[in-house]
C-alpha cells in the first residue's frame, strides 16, 4: 500500500479513556483560546455535533526544503454525540518527520479550564497486525468534553518531506469559522497553489508572510451514496520551487511519474530463482494468453499480501527478487513481481498508481503522490492474443491495448477491473514519465445478479420454494468478499439477513454456495425457503406481493435535501424472473401494471403475467454509470420512487365459487 490517511475510528475510543488532565491555573489557559470561547455561539443545524471555531495553520519552507508545520484547532462542542471527536486531536510523523509538542486545553461551559500534560500523549504505531510501517501518531483527548465546551490544540511537527509540498484542508465535517493558512519561504523558494473544490482566493503578504484567510466554511454533508468526503473537500496543495534543488518539485504529471520510475528503478530485475518459476508456470509451448494469466494468477494469489513501509518505502516498491523469495509484498510489491515475471516472457507493463476510492484523484487534480495510495498494472497485450473484448481494457494511443490487472484484490478474476478502480484516474507510469490516465468503465452486463425463483402458493398464504441467484462481475467479488472466512453458521445467518430484508417471518431451509472458491466462474447462492403468512386474505381474495425477493431502489433521505452527486459502484443489469405457482381453486382477478423508467443513466421495466395457474413476474433494471449528477437528483429520485411502487404492488386471486 502507498502512504495513505489515518482512520480515526480506529483509536478514538482509546484516547477517551487517556485523558486525565489536571485543571490549569489561571495563567496556564492561553488568551487566544480564552477569547475564541466568549465569541457569541452561532446557530446551527440540529444535527451539527460540533464547529472548528479556528483552523490555524502556518508553514515554514527551510532552505533545505525541510517543512516546519504550527498548528492551531479550536472547537466548540454542540451535542453529546461530538464529545469524542472534538475533543480528539492527533499529528502523524514517521522516520523523516518529528513532532516537536503537542499541547492542549479545554475550557467547559461552567469556566473550569483543564491543560494538558506531556504524560497525556498517547503515541502509537498505525499499521495492523499484519502490516508494518513507520507511520505514528501522537495524540491527545482533553476531559471536561460536554455540550458546551471548547477544546484547544497546539503543535508543531517538522519533516523532511519526499516531495516539495504541502495541503492546507480547509474544509471538515464540522462547520469551519475561521479557517487560515500562513506561508513563510525562504530564500530563493517560491510556491505555485492548485485550489481543489473551491474557488481561488488571492493571497495577502505581510511581514514577509503570504496569508490565506477563509470563514463560515460549510460542512460536508452525510449522505446515503455520496462521493468521498476527501474528494468533495475544499483544500489548496502548495508545490514549492527551488532552481538549486529541483529534483522533488513537479509542474505536472509526467514529472511526477518520472520521479516514480527514477524511485523504483531496478526494482523490476528478475533473479535466477524468478526467471525458474517463470518457466514452470508459463512455457513457450502455451498460448500467450494462457502463460500471461498463469503469471497474474501467481502474483495474485501465492504472493501473500503484507506490507513492510519504512520511510520512503511506502512509496518504493521491494525488489521482485525479494518479493518472490519471501512470497509477501504490499501492492507495490505485487504489481512488481509481475511485472518482472511477464518481461521474462517478453510482455511489457507499466506500474498505474490510483487512489483505491473512486473520487478523491479527478482530471482536475493537481500532481500529488499524497492523493495515491494504490497501484496497480497495466498489461499490454498483443492484438492476437485475446478473442473478445475484455472489461478491463485501456486503448492506448501510444502503447495500445493495456490490460488493467489488480494483483491485490484476490477475488476479481483476470480481464475484469475492480468497481472502485472503474471510472476513476491513475498516475500511468510509462517509459517517458507518467499521465493521467480514465480507467476504463465495465458495460453493465458484465456486472449484476440474475434471480430465478419457483415457488409454490398454500391455500393458507404460505410461500415456498427455490431461489437460485447468478453472481456476476463485481456482484461476485463482494459475495466472495463477505462469505468467504465466515463457517457455515455465519453464511446461513448473512443469507438469512439478505432475505429477510425483503420477508418476513420466513424459514431458509437449505442453501448451497457454487464456485465460491472459483473466482474465473459466476458465484451462485442456491436457497430453498417458506414464508408463513406472505399473502394476505380478504374474504374470498388473496392478496400476493410478483416481487418476492430483492429491493432495488438505493438509499435516500426523503427528509433532507440533497447535497452530492449519487453514485453507484459500477453499471449493473439486475435480472429477475419468478414464478409463483397459485393454490388450487384460486385464479388471478387482478394483475399489477407494467413498469417502464428510462432515464439517461438508468432503465427499469417490470411485468406480471397470468400463465394459468402460475404468476409470473420478470424485471430487468440496468444502471449504466457510475455517478448521477446534481442536475439529474429530480429523475433518480422519480426512478427511485417508480421502483419501490413496483416492488410493493400486489396482484388479486380470487377464490372459485
Known amino acids: 500500500m502507498l502512504k495513505k490517511a489515518i482512520n480515526s475510528s480506529f483509536f478514538l475510543l482509546a484516547l477517551t479513556l487517556l485523558g486525565f488532565c489536571s485543571p490549569a491555573s489561571a495563567t496556564d489557559v492561553p488568551e487566544w483560546l480564552r477569547n475564541l470561547a466568549r465569541q457569541p455561539q452561532k446557530t446551527y443545524a440540529d444535527d451539527v455535533n460540533a464547529v472548528i471555531l479556528l483552523d490555524d495553520n502556518v508553514t515554514f519552507v ?38 516537536n509538542y503537542l499541547r492542549g486545553w479545554s475550557i467547559t461551559s461552567k469556566g473550569q479550564e483543564y491543560e494538558s500534560k506531556s504524560g497525556d500523549i498517547m503515541e502509537r504505531n498505525v499499521s495492523t497486525y499484519e502490516v508494518y510501517s513507520d507511520a505514528k501518531i501522537k495524540a491527545l483527548h482533553m476531559p471536561g468534553a460536554d455540550v458546551g465546551t471548547v477544546v484547544g490544540f497546539e503543535y508543531e511537527q517538522q519533516e523532511h518531506p519526499y516531495v516539495f509540498q504541502d495541503s492546507w484542508r480547509f474544509q471538515h465535517s464540522e462547520p469551519v469559522e475561521q479557517a487560515h493558512y500562513e506561508l513563510h519561504l525562504a530564500s530563493g523558494w517560491r510556491f505555485k497553489s492548485a485550489w481543489m473544490n473551491h474557488k481561488e482566493e488571492k493571497p495577502t503578504e505581510e511581514n514577509g508572510a503570504v496569508q490565506w484567510s477563509l470563514s463560515d466554511i460549510p460542512r460536508i454533508e452525510d449522505e446515503p451514496h455520496m462521493p468521498p468526503a476527501r474528494g468533495l473537500a475544499g483544500g489548496v496543495i502548495f508545490t514549492f520551487f ?101 518481461a521474462q516472457i517478453g510482455v511489457k507493463s507499466y506500474y498505474i498508481i490510483v487512489n483505491a476510492t473512486r473520487g478523491v484523484v479527478t482530471k482536475d487534480s493537481p500532481p500529488t503522490p499524497g492523493g495515491f495510495n494504490h497501484m496497480i498494472l497495466a498489461i499490454a497485450l498483443p492484438e492476437a492474443s485475446y478473442s473478445k473484448p475484455l472489461p478491463a481494457m485501456y486503448e492506448h494511443p501510444k502503447l495500445g491495448h493495456l490490460l488493467i490487472f489488480d494483483p491485490t484484490n484476490e477475488f476479481v478474476p483476470f480481464g475484469q477491473i475492480p468497481p472502485y478502480e472503474q471510472d476513476n484516474y491513475g498516475l500511468l507510469v510509462g517509459e517517458q514519465g507518467g499521465e493521467l490516465i480514465h480507467m476504463p468503465l465495465s458495460p453493465p452486463e458484465s456486472n449484476g445478479i440474475n434471480r430465478t425463483a419457483k415457488l409454490k402458493l398454500l391455500p393458507d398464504g404460505t410461500l415456498q420454494g427455490d431461489v437460485e441467484e447468478t453472481y456476476v462481475g463485481f456482484n461476485a467479488m463482494l459475495g466472495r468478499m463477505y462469505l468467504q472466512n465466515e463457517s457455515e453458521t455465519e453464511r446461513k445467518k448473512t443469507i438469512e439477513r439478505v432475505v429477510g430484508s425483503s420477508l418476513g417471518n420466513f424459514q431458509l431451509d437449505h442453501y448451497e454456495l457454487v464456485n465460491a472458491g472459483d473466482i474465473d466462474q459466476d458465484l451462485i447462492i442456491r436457497f430453498k425457503f417458506s414464508a408463513a403468512h406472505y399473502a394476505k386474505s380478504a374474504g374470498s381474495m388473496m392478496l400476493v406481493r410478483p416481487r418476492v425477493v430483492g429491493e432495488l431502489a438505493g438509499a435516500w433521505d426523503p427528509n433532507k435535501p440533497r447535497h452530492y452527486a449519487y453514485d453507484f459502484r459500477a453499471p449493473f443489469l439486475d435480472r429477475d424472473n419468478i414464478e409463483i405457482s397459485l393454490p388450487e381453486g384460486f385464479t388471478v382477478d387482478e394483475l399489477p401494471d407494467p413498469a417502464k423508467a428510462t432515464f439517461p443513466f438508468a432503465e427499469y421495466v417490470s411485468k406480471t403475467e397470468n400463465s394459468g395457474s402460475v404468476l409470473k413476474y420478470t424485471r430487468e433494471y440496468k444502471i449504466t454509470a457510475t455517478q448521477v449528477s446534481m442536475d439529474q437528483m429530480d429523475q433518480l429520485k422519480k426512478l427511485f420512487g417508480q421502483i419501490n411502487l413496483d416492488e410493493k404492488n400486489m396482484a388479486v386471486l380470487k377464490k372459485a365459487n
Not at 472547537?75 to 518529528?98: C, M
Not at 514452470?280 to 494469489?301: G, Y
Open 62 to 99: 527551510k532552505d533545505n526544503g525541510d517543512l516546519v508545520h504550527r498548528g492551531r484547532r479550536v472547537l466548540r462542542i454542540l451535542r453529546p454525540e461530538g464529545r469524542d471527536r472534538a475533543a480528539t486531536y492527533w499529528v502523524e510523523y514517521n522516520a523523516d518527520s518529528k513532532v
Open 242 to 342: 527551488n532552481e538549486k534543488n529541483p529534483a522533488k518539485s513537479y509542474r505536472n504529471w509526467s514529472e511526477l511519474g518520472t520521479w516514480f520510475t527514477q524511485l523504483s528503478s531496478s526494482v523490476r530485475d528478475a533473479s535466477p530463482g524468478l526467471s525458474q518459476k517463470v518457466q514452470e508456470l508459463s512455457p513457450s509451448n502455451q498460448p500467450l494468453m494462457q502463460r500471461i494469466k498463469s503469471l497474474a494468477s501467481f502474483a495474485q494469489h501465492d504472493v501473500r499480501y503484507v506490507a513492510i513501509e519504512v520511510g520512503v518505502g511506502g512509496y518504493r516498491p521491494h525488489t521482485a527478487g525479494d518479493v518472490f523469495n519471501h512470497r509477501y509484498g504490499d501492492c507495490k510489491d505485487k504489481a512488481t513481481v509481475l511485472s518482472s515475471m511477464l
